[in-house]
T-cell receptor
Framework: DAMVIQNPRYQVTQFGKPVTLSCSQT?????MYWYQQKSSQAPKLLFH???????NEADTPDNFQSRRPNTSFCFLDIRSPGLGDAAMYLC?????????????FGPGTRLTVT | EDQVTQSPEALRLQEGESSSLNCSYT??????LFWYRQDPGKGPEFLFT???AGEEKEKERLKATLTKKESFLHITAPKPEDSATYLC????????FGAGTILRVKS
């Protein structure tokens, strides 16, 4: 089945220790997104890639970076995690192009910062 | 700024007790409204897309409707397995999510 895969599902890191979360997709979608979701809150868009074009949200902290080495993979790097960065991180994909396309989400990575 | 407000925040229903969830929105140029279901500890699962006022979509016990200011997700004769958080999102310049409605259906 075509899908969005996130690894790891659970990640524990120490305060200030860099961490990388990964996302892969078999849908061959043009657009990949990273969201942060804290408990009982709406998902918050951090940034997205349309093919190789990177689009950063204005309020995304510089501490968050992303890489998309190819169509299938996208990475979220948190350079110096703080306690406030503990959250669920969701990767999503959509077809892109003309029209309005639904986004398909992965299962998420739960990040804990100690 | 695009905004999405969902109500109620939480809803408890008895099995078989039909109800509706509300999604009110303000957006400059609606390109689409999406409903998602999210189970605890999982990513949102796509349910419906609505594009224009008057449009309706159905899937099993769920029916989504759209007006120019709000969308409703009607749940008919719910079962315990319908328990989840239901998220609404509007696509203006980007996808903006509401905080969701937590639905609990008791048998």
């Amino acid at each position: 089945d075509a899908m969005v895969i996130q690894n790891p599902r659970y990640q524990v890191t120490q305060f200030g220790k860099p961490v990388t979360l990964s996302c892969s997709q078999t849908l061959n979608h043009n657009v990949m997104y990273w969201y942060q979701q804290k408990s009982s809150q709406a998902p918050k868009l951090l940034f997205h890639y349309y093919d190789k074009d990177f689009n950063n949200e204005a309020d995304t902290p510089d501490n968050f970076q992303s890489r998309r080495p190819n169509t299938s993979f996208c990475f979220l790097d948190i350079r110096s995690p703080g306690l406030g960065d503990a959250a669920m991180y969701l990767c999503a994909t959509s077809r892109g192009g003309q029209g309005n396309h639904e986004q398909y989400f992965g299962p998420g990575t739960r990040l804990t910062v100690t | 700024e695009d905004q999405v407000t969902q109500s109620p925040e939480a809803l408890r229903l008895q099995e078989g007790e039909s109800s509706s969830l509300n999604c009110s929105y303000t957006v400059s140029g609606l390109r689409g409204l999406f409903w998602y279901r999210q189970d605890p500890g999982k990513g949102p699962e796509f349910l419906f897309t609505l594009y224009s006022a008057g449009e309706e979509k159905e899937k099993e016990r769920l029916k989504a409707t759209l007006t120019k200011k709000e969308s409703f997700l009607h749940i008919t004769a719910p079962k315990p397995e319908d328990s989840a958080t239901y998220l609404c999102a509007v696509d203006g310049n980007k996808l903006v999510f509401g905080a969701g409605t937590i639905l609990r259906v008791k048998s």
